[in-house]
């Protein structure tokens, strides 16, 4: 894991700012209590869910295969609860759908759930989905782009998916590394699948891709990659988490629980224990037999370690104004699974 010891000194504050205002509008709808500290697990019963089906948002990719094996598998009916995922275009709507109420869980990384609490919103961390690992996950530039290093991309347009986003920040804190400045980078926010047109057509200078846009733009336009980032500085990067709804997750203890167990515990582990069964959940999301060849498996962890390095660097870089202790919102697993 990354160190901040020596990272850069903070920099001006960016659009964080707009995101978290907008959350904390969300937030006075739905009797948020901002600050509260995250609940233990001592008392809950993960065999006893108050809520028995529910809808998660969540990118269909690779991230989330684990709470597909966690229905094939049979964990969550183990478990009593039924689950769903909803796909989603990025994090900054599944924020909004976490803290409206719409859905109780999303996967949101700590860049979005962040300065979200800071502002007022009820959200709690009850998860995490994948660390980073080489080559996951990679910003890509075309070989005649001209773009050698993460600092030629001062006057570029750069896609990612969703503004303020964790792939935003890792290029933003490369660039820093670098003595770039990456306020004169122009942001773009696409989906995954919009990535290799945009690259190819011009419409943005370099992309951020996973998984078989990945493979698409290696094989069709032989691109180059700027940035890994799931290497380096960004080794075993804790790229994403299941996030709830505080409110939910206090009224309904069991059923947190019960979605740890069965997801985040035997779901984790059961990815990384059968390469067939994660190979067919990467078929049912549209993966091709050259794509899961080329697959660069992540770290699934089943844990739910307080990811600290992330406000670590946003409040380095200035992108929230002081400190915060992820640990606060982190809901540890049950011990009784």
């Not at 937030?27 to 809520?51: I, K, R």
């Not at 080489?134 to 750069?158: C, F, M, N, W, Y």
């Not at 200078?205 to 336009?221: C, F, H, M, Y």
């Not at 600290?308 to 009784?336: C, R």
Request: proline share 6%; hydrophobic share 45%; net charge negative.
């Amino acid at each position: 894991m990354m160190s901040t010891n020596s990272r850069r000194p903070a920099r001006a504050a960016t659009a964080l700012a707009v995101l978290a205002a907008g959350a904390l509008a969300l937030s006075a709808c739905g009797g948020s209590t901002p600050g509260a500290t995250a609940s233990t697990s001592a008392s809950v019963d993960p065999t006893a869910p108050e809520v028995k089906e529910f809808s998660v948002a969540g990118y269909p990719n690779a991230a989330t295969t684990q709470l597909s094996l966690a229905t094939s598998e049979g964990f969550t009916a183990e478990y009593g609860i039924d689950v769903t995922l909803q796909p989603a275009e990025n994090a900054p709507a599944m924020l909004a759908q976490i803290i409206s109420g719409d859905v109780p869980i999303g996967q949101v990384n700590g860049f979005f759930s962040v300065p979200a609490v800071m502002e007022g919103a009820d959200l709690v961390v009850i998860g995490e989905l994948i660390r980073g690992v080489p080559g996951g996950q990679t910003v890509e530039v075309r070989p005649d782009a001209g773009i050698d290093s993460v600092a030629d991309l001062e006057g570029k347009k750069v896609a990612v998916v969703g503004l303020n986003s964790g792939h935003q920040g890792r290029i933003a804190s490369a660039m820093l590394a670098e003595g770039a400045d990456p306020s004169k980078v122009e942001f773009v926010s696409l989906g995954w699948n919009e990535m290799p047109a945009a690259l190819e057509q011009g419409t943005v200078d370099a992309v951020t891709v996973i998984g078989p846009s990945q493979l698409q733009l290696k094989n069709e336009l032989s691109t180059e990659t700027l940035l890994d980032l799931g290497d380096g500085m960004f080794a075993e990067f804790p790229d994403s988490q299941w996030l709830a709804n505080g409110r939910w997750a206090r009224e309904n203890p069991n059923t947190v629980a019960a979605f740890q167990c069965a997801v985040v515990v035997k779901g984790q582990q059961a990815v990384n224990e059968d390469q067939d069964a994660y190979e067919a959940a990467l078929r049912e999301f549209g993966f091709s037999d050259q794509a899961i060849a080329d697959d660069k498996k992540f770290i699934f962890p089943a844990a739910n370690e307080p990811a600290q390095i992330i406000p670590d660097i946003m409040s380095e870089m200035g992108w929230i104004d002081k400190d915060f202790d992820i640990s606060t919102i982190t809901i540890p697993l049950p011990d009784n699974c």
